[in-house]
């Protein structure tokens, strides 16, 4: 959940798990793996079980699953939009922590509807052909703001689409009619935009009404990656990372725009008011654009198809030094689906499945032999044990957002330093406190360039997803631990739940928010590899560091954080920050930074990084946003952080902090500061402060860091 930057707009069930490839005795007597036999329905021509008739999925029944739609069937895509909206997907209050998970297939060919497809929470919306440009939607697909006290209300504004996360669409085109144009996806965090053509415009926010002068709702986004768009607008997004993309014509996101590898024909660029700069001599020139050339090296997602009735998942293989799309020359691999182990979801009344510790056990075994993967349906899993790969090059893919509940020790073990694809997979903690929710790899030894880990549309929740009443509590150390060097990260959500299924329904998202003692998770991210690299990654409200990367040569394009909300709501007195390593912990008593980069590196690029603050219950005063070294080879480049909303007198007193005390300052509280930090303008205003560079030559002087006044920097309308 995001608070903008106005105060007032402010189980018990057998699982189906089978390797969907069959042999006699005679063929494989070594194997004593036994095989159930499978039990959705198979479709003419097709040897692959587990994806339904789109024509079974009713308002009476649609259980968790992944369900095709025929050729040229523009009619029942129509359908089962509207089905999915009946059953409450699309809206807040249903659908939030809803436990369906829908992927909807689409077969080659042309898709005319009557209105868009209307994307809801945890569906994922898949082309199966080869090109994007095989399967054409008209007109498109649309993501709308929430309005829980009506259509046309303020509450359309302030809610917008801030909480629409957890959905997709990949590998199709959409054709935007100008009765609906321009096409509105409001979405935020945990959605992915992948291998699309769209011929309109994408406008990622969606207006309100007349009344309002048809202002964009709020939102928080975002990501997209290897398409090709007409029009793109980002309108009302917060921020938003867009990777390997054809732009024809752009706008930009509010506060930070970054564009990696991706060509414009035309950037709008927004002329902010000269006279909301403060110092000059470190400014950011190009608020709030960061275009960087080339994509330096990455893994495109694996995604599946149908070729002459059989199933495969093409896995795109490693590209560096990149621009635009890939589609005609990508380098793959195709692997054909009875390669795979299908995890396929058989729920109980609460659609839950329970995947016990025996069932981890033949899982781990399939996955010990090469050439073997792991294929992950819609659905909701609580894990009876810890997955363990430990074979190089295996691909683990989910469909439909499927979630991992690690409810007996961590999710999932990488125990390879090399290789291995893990895509399209939520993972939430359980109720023991674990060590991490995933590890990738055990140690930082060795040169994994040329065949790096790659983990694409991974989310994390630290959030009670199934209890209205908070019995137990979620908890993890940490989320993600990453080991092994070159890894390279795509989209990644990391999230200790602000609000969740058990902290209240009320559409004021700041009267929803849990408390210090709930959803317990100490550090978001933590980075031990060498050489590590992320396109788009969020690491939000954990309770110590945020991230803490302590392996050299790391690469972030794009990073979004927010301080947790929380802090004071209990009679804890003092937030004290302790190193992951060393275990040396501060005594300020005033918070922890959300991105550091330990003391021991002398090698880190991080490009937009933006970290904002809403501290609702104490006048915290967050010492800063960004810890850092100040060795030669760390570089820093366009921060801006943002006071959304809070306690007044509360903070974040500073952009960035060394290891010596020198500090770039920033601002306090609600006031603007100018050049002599101390003069506040307009005690109305939330603000905004923005360095261009992180400058180990001039670091510590008072006019290293530029201010901007946020009201410059609204939302458009539209």
């Known amino acids: 959940m995001k608070i903008q930057h106005r105060t007032v707009k402010l189980i018990f069930a057998a699982v189906i798990l089978i390797p969907v490839f069959f042999w006699t005795q005679a063929d494989r007597a070594d194997e004593t793996m036994p095989v159930a ?19 079974t999925c009713t308002a009476s029944s649609c259980p968790s699953g992944a369900y095709l739609v025929e050729k040229n069937n523009g009619a029942e895509l129509h359908r089962i939009s509207t089905v999915l909206r009946e059953l409450g997907q699309v809206e807040q209050a249903t659908g939030h922590w809803t436990n369906n998970r829908y992927a909807i297939l689409i077969e080659p060919g042309e898709y005319t ?10 569906t994922q919306v898949l082309g199966v052909g080869a090109l994007p440009g095989e399967v054409n939607l008209t007109p498109g697909i649309a993501v709308y703001n929430q309005c829980p006290a009506g259509a046309g209300s303020e509450s359309c504004k302030f809610t917008g689409g801030l909480n629409n996360f957890w959905r997709g669409i990949e590998n199709l085109k959409m054709t ?43 939102t928080s986004g975002g990501f997209m990656a290897n398409s090709k768009i007409q029009k793109f607008t980002p309108g009302s997004q917060q921020q938003w990372l867009t990777r390997n993309v054809d732009l024809q014509e752009s706008g930009t996101a509010v506060w930070n725009a970054i564009f990696v590898g991706t060509t414009i024909g035309n950037l709008n660029k927004p002329n902010p008011p000269a006279d909301h700069y403060g110092p000059d001599n470190n400014n950011w020139e190009s608020f709030p654009i960061t275009e960087v050339a080339t994509t330096p090296e990455v893994r495109e997602k694996p995604y599946l198809t149908q070729v002459n009735n059989a199933w495969q998942v093409v896995v795109p293989e490693l590209k560096q030094n990149t621009r635009g799309t890939d589609w005609q020359s990508a380098a793959e691999t195709k692997l054909d689906i009875s390669q795979f182990y299908v995890l396929a979801s058989t729920p109980d009344a609460t659609g839950i499945t329970t995947v016990d510790s025996n069932q981890i056990d033949m899982i781990n075994t399939y996955l010990a032999k090469t050439d073997q993967h792991l294929l ?39 125990d390879v330093e090399k290789g291995v694809r893990l895509a399209g997979v939520t993972f939430d903690a359980g109720y023991e406190n674990t060590e991490y929710l995933l590890r990738v790899g055990k140690s930082s030894a060795g040169d994994n360039r040329d065949n790096p880990h790659s983990l694409s549309d991974i989310y994390m929740r630290i959030a009670e997803t199934q209890d209205t009443h908070r019995s137990r509590i979620r908890q993890t150390k940490t989320a993600l631990v990453i080991n092994s060097n070159n890894m390279i990260g795509d989209n990644l959500w990391i999230w200790r739940g602000d609000h969740d299924s058990a902290s209240g329904k009320d559409p004021d998202p700041t009267q929803n928010l849990v408390h210090w003692d709930e959803n317990l998770a100490q550090y978001g991210v933590i980075v031990n590899g060498k050489d590590v690299t992320m396109y788009g990654l969020a690491v939000e409200h954990f309770q110590d560091y945020q991230t803490l990367w302590y392996g050299n040569g790391g690469k972030v394009y794009f990073y979004q954080s927010e301080a947790p909300y929380d802090f004071g709501s209990t009679t804890a007195e003092a937030w004290n920050c302790t ?22 590196v002398t090698t880190h690029t991080a490009l937009g990084v933006g970290v904002y603050s809403y501290f609702a219950y104490k006048d915290i005063q967050l010492p800063s946003a960004i810890k850092a ?19 007044p007198g509360s903070a974040i007193r500073n952009l960035v902090q060394d290891y010596s005390g020198k500090q770039c300052w920033g601002y306090e509280a609600t006031c603007l500061q ?5 003069l506040c303008v307009d005690t109305d205003r939330k603000q905004t402060s923005v360095l261009g560079v992180f400058d180990t030559t001039t670091f510590g002087l008072t006019q290293t860091c530029t201010v901007k006044d946020a009201s410059a920097y609204t939302q458009s309308a539209f």
Request: proline share 7%.
């Open 176 to 218: 935007i009619t100008s009765a609906v144009a321009p096409l509105r996806l409001a979405i935020s965090q945990a959605t992915a935009l992948r291998r699309l053509e769209v011929s309109g415009e994408l406008l990622m926010c969606d207006w309100n009404t007349p009344s309002n002068n048809y202002e964009c709702g709020y």
């Open 674 to 678: 100018v050049d002599d930090k101390s």
């Open 37 to 55: 036999e499978p039990t959705s329905l198979a479709l003419p021509g097709n040897d692959f079980p587990y994806i339904k008739p789109s024509a």
């Open 376 to 414: 992950i349906m819609p659905g909701v899993y609580h894990l009876g044990g810890t997955l363990r790969v430990t074979q190089e090059n295996t691909v683990i893919l989910g469909l439909g957002i499927p979630a991992l509940a690690c409810m007996s020790g961590p999710c999932m073990e990488i």
């Open 579 to 600: 190193d992951y390593i060393s275990g040396e912990t501060t005594t300020e008593g005033q918070g922890c930074a959300a991105y550091v980069i330990a003391k021991e």
């Open 629 to 647: 070294p100040t060795h030669e080879g760390i570089r820093i480049e366009h921060i801006i952080g943002h006071w959304l909303n809070g306690i």
């Open 113 to 122: 509807m009557a209105y868009p497809f209307e994307l809801g929470y945890y």
